[in-house]
């Protein structure tokens, strides 16, 4: 089985990616904490694609498991309760633990403990997964339409998983026409309009991404009251009521 490859330009994950490459060949135990959708087990699994992989949560006796694989990634460690962690001794295991968890603990059992870096913090990550990721969820879609991606556009307060949804958003939102448009915004309009002031509750989803758009493109107040038919002082209020100044 080919490995998959590991995408990082991140010192810090070349590090880990050393550390565990070395282990390969050692029946030591490793733990990778990290919070969760950072590419904790897909890295684990790059390193060692024969490794069976365990979820701490549907595993009810562990030491049973153990006894029947030399080497074994196990997810959602944290999961697990000191009295249910078996000797790891002449056994290669991966364990991989969403933070908190505590490194003293992990210390005690394990020869080698990593912690897995957030995409916040490996910020010379996000043009190499843009660009891997747009490929592959356009070819996902059949997106044919170049579109681009800002990163300023993405959003990783929730790493791989919020990143990965804020591409296919943006490339989905992208890639529509204007009757495709009007369809998604009746779906999501329909059951919204409600109360006595339903137009003025919901204007906001019209006027605000027009302004934002509308400074993006022009970089000028003046230009856009201009576009928009606008009084500037008109603008100027709309953008305070959505803030957008």
Known sequence: MQNEQFLSNSPKVEHII???????????????IGEPYTGKKYLAKSIFPKASIIDARDSSDMGAILQKHDELIITHFEHLKDNEIPDFSNKRVIAIADTPYEISRAESRFAFV???????????DIPLLKKHLCSKIKEELMITK??????????????MRSLKASIYRILVT???NQQALEDLLYRFLEPRIIGNNAYRDLLGIFE???????????KSQLKLSEILGLNRNTLRKKMHEHNLD
């Open 18 to 32: 050393r550390g565990l490459s070395l282990s390969k060949s050692l029946l030591v135990s490793s733990i990778l």
């Open 114 to 124: 990593y912690e897995m870096p957030s995409l916040s913090q490996r910020i010379e």
């Open 146 to 159: 170049d579109t681009d991606i800002d990163i300023s556009q993405l959003d990783i307060s929730d790493n």
């Open 174 to 176: 992208g890639d529509l």
């Open 208 to 218: 605000r991404p027009l302004i934002k758009a509308g400074i993006s493109k022009y």
